[in-house]
Nanobody, 119 residues
């Protein structure tokens, strides 16, 4: 069972920056992908950014050019650097780990960290 713990959320003004951190309970190299999702009230959870075991990244169109994702395998950490934040970025951000299993993909989730961007 993979445990994920997020940190770094908070309240920032539009145009500001935050860095979210995700600590995993095992070597993230053993996981197929790590990512960040977010969910705002009344909306479904959406993928923000992901990074595969091989290092390829993917971003939601709404955050391209503003957010970046990185990992530190030695520390079992994944980061989401968020720049030029907008009020519409306000959401609970969740760390995700994906593990391929014979029957599909198993997803693990952190407890979430609140990001609020004021105008």
């Amino acid at each position: 069972q993979v445990q994920l713990v997020e940190s770094g959320g908070g309240l920032v003004q539009a145009g500001g920056s935050l860095r979210l951190s995700c600590a995993a309970s095992q070597n993230i190299y053993t996981l197929n992908a790590m990512g960040w999702y977010r969910q705002a009230p009344g909306k479904q959870r959406e993928l923000v950014a992901s990074i595969t075991r091989g290092g390829s990244t993917n971003f939601a169109d709404s955050v391209k050019g503003r957010f970046s994702i990185s990992r530190d395998n030695a520390k079992n950490m994944v980061y989401l650097q968020m720049n030029s934040l907008r009020p519409e970025d306000t959401a609970v951000y969740y760390c995700n780990a994906a593990e391929f299993v014979p029957w599909g993909t198993r997803n693990y989730w952190g407890q979430g960290t609140q990001v609020t961007v004021s105008s």
